[in-house]
Each structure stands twice: as C-alpha cells, then as structure tokens.
C-alpha cells in the first residue's frame, strides 16, 4: 500500500464571461442662463451607468474604448427628443449647478487568480452630450493609467 498525501490544490484561471450592463437616458434640461433666444433654451444632456465585472485586465482597455462608443452611440440615437437640441452649443457659463456633470468613477483589479480581472463602476449625470467625447477621453485616459499601474481607486 501506498500512502497518498493530499494534493495542494492549483488556482483555476478565471475564464468568465464579462458582465456589461450599460444604461443611457437622455432628455432635455432647461438652460436657465439663456435669455430670450428660445433655441438655445434647452440643452440636450444625459445620465449614464456602466457596470462592468469579471473582465481581463488585458482586455479592458479595448473593452473600455467599445464600451463608451456604445454608450455614445446610444445617447446621439434617434430615440433622443431632440435631434437638434445641440446644433449650437450654449456656452459653459452656468453657475455650476447647471450642466455640470457629477458621478463616481470606480475600478478594481483583482488579482487573486490565476487571470487578472477588473472591475468598472462608472456613473455620470446631468453630462451634456456635446461634452460626452471629452468627458469619455478624460475618464478613459485616467482607466488606463489606473489598470497599467494595478491602481485600485475609491
């Protein structure tokens, strides 16, 4: 008879599928610094929420770029009560109460398998969609310096 000592079990790499869940709502908001020019009364702007878990680290940089692009293309969609609420941007000169978007931005690496996964929580509101490209440039730019530097923010 041969003893048999119990193995020490492997970590199994992570091969999750990603959960994505993307929500866009946009609407018009009334802009209350513009007086008397009834086009320019009312901006276009939108609340955004992106979840995203179980994500190769190096994969999510790619992901990400895909991911705004989506949520981009949903807020500039048809189903927007106003296709041409933007065609001439109101200048930024509200108080800051107005227009100014507001959110969290979180990420996560998690390194404990085999596969390095990421976590994303990111929330926007009240963000104009004339911004929304440097809104998603500033905040993609800050995810990869995040991921590359296993940073874990919030």
Avoid: H, W
């Amino acid at each position: 008879m041969v003893a048999t000592f119990p193995e020490t079990p492997t970590a199994q790499p992570k091969f999750l599928t990603p959960l994505i869940n993307i929500t866009v709502n946009t609407f018009l908001a009334s802009n209350p610094v513009s007086t008397g020019n009834i086009a320019s009364q009312t901006t276009r702007t939108c609340n955004i929420t992106i979840n995203v878990d179980n994500l190769s680290r190096s994969l999510a940089i790619a992901a990400f770029n895909r991911i705004f692009n989506y949520a981009q293309s949903l807020a500039n969609n048809d189903l927007n009560p106003s296709a041409s609420a933007n065609q001439n941007p109101i200048n930024p000169t509200d108080p800051g109460n107005v227009f100014s978007p507001t959110g969290i931005c979180n990420i996560t690496v998690d390194k404990s398998g085999d596969v390095p996964i990421v976590k994303l929580t990111l929330q926007a509101s009240n963000l104009r969609i004339d911004y929304m490209d440097e809104y998603f440039a500033t905040t993609l730019n800050y995810l990869t310096l995040a991921i590359t530097n296993d940073l874990n923010p919030g």
